[in-house]
């Protein structure tokens, strides 16, 4: 799942180098801002066809539990 979402990470960056961990958080990328927030969420949405809930997206602190939130909605 971290490799999958990291492509997408690259993809909405447009940083073909750029590299995430469970541990990364919005400060620790560059350009991650509201907007690009949002875009992101975005298109996990749409890769994984799932739809989030903005109680849930406003309490993450990292990728980590991104990825996590987002296998819980996959998995059905």
């Known amino acids: ?19 995430i961990t469970r541990e990364t958080t919005a400060a620790d990328v560059e350009g991650w801002d509201s907007l690009m927030h949002v875009t992101l969420l975005v298109t996990l ?15 993450l602190k990292n990728v980590g539990q ?4 987002t296998a819980r909605y996959v998995a059905g």
Do not use: P
């Not at 799942?1 to 590299?19: K, N, T, Y």
């Not at 991104?66 to 939130?69: E, M, S």
């Open 1 to 19: 799942m971290l490799e999958r979402v990291q492509e997408l990470f690259r993809e909405v960056f447009d940083d073909d180098d750029l590299v």
């Open 45 to 59: 949405e749409g890769e994984f066809g799932i739809r989030f809930k903005s109680s849930e997206i406003a309490n």
């Open 66 to 69: 991104l990825i996590d939130l």
